[in-house]
Structures are given as C-alpha cells and as structure tokens.
C-alpha cells in the first residue's frame, strides 16, 4: 500500500491530507494543494535543487477543531503553536531533497468544512528558509473538488544575481533643471557581487557614439529581506568623471561575467536557458553643453564640507574635511520609487520582496497595505 493511501487510513477529523492516490479515488470534497513559480524567477527544477523540505502551516483564526490542545500528531501532520498566538496550528513536512516535482497534496475538510483558513509553504535548505509562499482565506466548497495554488520561488540570496533596477531607471530622460542633482548611475543588484567582475562587465555607453562614459564604480553592500529572511545585495554606482553628461541617450550594461561571492554568473531571467546580461537605456537632454555647466549647484561645481552644503535630497560626502573641492554632494539612499514588479520598499530603503504577492511571510504577519512582513 502507498504511503498516500495509507494516510487516508489514518486520517484524524480535523484538517486531513492525503498524498497522490488515484484520481478514481478522489473525494468529493477536497482541496488540491499545487504550489507554482514565477518563471521569470526561477524555474521547478531550481527550487527543488535548492531545497531539502518543504515545511506547510495550515493556520485557521480560532483554531482547528478537534485538535488536542497541548498539541500532538494528528493524522499524517503535526500540531502546535507556531506564531505563538496561543492557538494551534497544523504542520506537514515534507522532505524534497532529490525531487524532480513539487509535492502534491490533497485535503479533507473533516470536521472543519465551513472554516477558513491560510496556507504557507517555506522551503528549507538545511535550517535557512530559501522559499517562502502561501494563500489566505483558502476554504473547502462542500460537494466540489477544489485546486489552490500556492507560489513558492526562492529568496534572491539563492537564486544567480540579476539586475532588480537602476536609477535612472528605463527611458527616463534628465532634463536641464534636473542636472544639478545628477551625479551618478546606480545599479541595484540582487546580491552581494564580488567587485573584482564589475570594473570591466558593467557599463555605460553614450549610445550615438558607442563609447564608455568616463568614470568609476563604487560598491555598497546593502541589508535586505525576503519575506522576513535577512539578506544583504550590492549596489553599484557609476561616478561620471566631471559630474557632467552631454545630451543623448545612454545605455546601462552588465554581462553575464558579473559574478557573486559564489562565483555564480549574473542571470537576468531564468526564462531563457544559460546566463543572460541585463540592459537599460536612459537619456539626458541639455541646452548648455558641458564643460560650462557643472551638474551640483553647491559649493563650487559640486564640492561641499557638509550635508548643508548639498540640496535638501542629497549628502556631502566627505574625503577632505578642509577642502571641498574633495567632497561631492551625492543622493540620499532611497528606492527612488522605482521598485520592480513584485517587490516594494522597505523602511531599510532598499527593494524587498512584496509579501501580498508571495502569500506569506517566514516570520510575522504580511501588511496588506505596504506588502511588508511586520514583527
């Protein structure tokens, strides 16, 4: 006998599960279990390679009946207070290391047909959650045979490292009276990259000539989340030499050779096979050409000793405490309101996975109106 089918043997009256018997021996009420990626992310296979286990929660306000209060086995799953808010919650964990597909489950409603309750999915590689997806207000329709998708894509930090945005982001143009607060390209990566691969493998083209603009990157590492998972990623920015940028369009280039203190090579979009690079083209329109007008109005074609010295949106970064000429006004860290699809930003001022979109959180509860996992 499966070990599918010897669950239905065993099955309690509170939330039962049921693994893969045949469709002959479907119930009539039942929910479908099947967890999906964003292919644009990753794909099945990358997920499943990473992962060792697949911890579901089925969580229900007030409780499941005729579950024991101080917690316990209950049929094929576990029974305990997870979030710690006094009630118990139902727990399956499901190895999936050396899987070719996702689990598939099914589920009874036993004595809890008329209650709601939320699915979440964190995959596990080793103790570090690398997964996280879920759904809120899942119920079983008496009489119906149900599928609820459950997304689970993994967290960036394992994931290749791709490009989340730039600012100037794509097709923005710069005009005149924006160019005295232009100092530099910022590139935000997903990941901490190693910076021995971006001098040559990241640029920008003045595009009607086909040349490098003059200049040198700089490399943060910024704190980031994911879902509730501390993560840290790399920003890059670009220092055009003079602070100054003729009219035309320019375009933002990293390769594939890019890669991360892994050594694993920048991969824009899993929906293509092998590594792909990442571009983006902003313009800039001037009446004055350069040299003649510097792009900071403060303290002398951009020097400052400081943060006064600078526009209200920016800071003096200081090198020289007693000559400006050293020091430059530079942005203020922020989003820039240019979050890509899927990730909003967080108060840390950085990009992170938006927790609307994944159906939960590994720890706390998801803001429906930020998208943010709160405490």
Not at 153 to 160: G, N
Request: charged fraction near 25%.
């Amino acid at each position: 006998m499966s070990r599918a089918c010897l669950i239905r043997l065993l099955l309690a009256t509170a939330l039962p599960l049921l693994g893969g018997c045949g469709d002959d021996e479907e119930p009539t009420t039942t929910i479908r279990l099947r967890l999906t990626v964003k292919p644009e992310l990753n794909t099945e296979a990358q997920v499943l390679a990473a992962l060792d286990r697949i911890e579901f929660v089925f969580d229900a306000a007030g409780g499941f009946e005729n579950v024991p209060a101080q917690g316990g086995k209950v049929g094929p799953l576990d029974a305990r207070d997870v979030d710690q808010d006094g009630e118990m919650e139902l727990v399956l964990d499901e190895p999936v290391g050396g899987s070719r597909t996702f689990p598939l489950l099914r589920l009874l409603p036993g004595s809890n047909l008329a209650r709601d309750f939320s699915i979440r999915a964190v995959g596990f590689a080793g103790a570090q959650p690398a997964a996280v997806g879920g759904a809120a207000a899942v119920k079983f329709t008496e009489g119906e045979s149900i599928e609820v998708a459950v997304p689970l894509d993994l967290c960036d930090a394992h994931l290749p490292p791709r490009v989340l945005y730039t600012v100037p982001g794509p097709g923005e143009n710069i005009g005149e009276q924006d160019l005295k607060t232009f100092h530099s390209v910022r590139v935000y990566l997903s990941k901490v990259i190693d910076a021995s691969t971006v001098e040559r493998n990241l640029r920008v083209i003045h595009e009607p000539t086909g040349q490098p603009v003059e200049g040198g990157w700089e490399l943060e590492e910024l704190a980031s989340s994911c879902l509730g998972t501390p993560e840290k990623r790399s920003l890059a920015v670009f220092v055009v030499d003079g602070c100054l940028l003729h009219s035309g369009s320019y375009r933002v280039e990293a390769s594939s050779d890019i890669r991360d203190l892994q050594g694993v090579a920048l991969d824009q979009t899993a929906l293509q096979q092998g590594t792909d690079g990442f571009e983006s083209s902003f313009s800039v329109t001037r009446t004055v050409p350069p040299p003649y007008m510097p792009c900071s109005g403060a303290g002398g074609g951009g020097g400052c000793l400081k943060d006064e010295d600078c526009p209200p949106d920016e800071r003096c970064e200081v090198h020289d405490p007693t000559d400006p000429k050293q020091n430059r006004c530079v942005p203020l860290p922020d989003c820039g309101g240019v979050c890509p699809a899927g990730y909003v930003c967080s108060p840390e001022l950085t990009c992170v996975r938006d927790c609307r979109e994944a159906g939960a959180c590994v720890s706390g509860a998801c803001s429906e109106k930020s998208g943010l996992c709160g405490p």
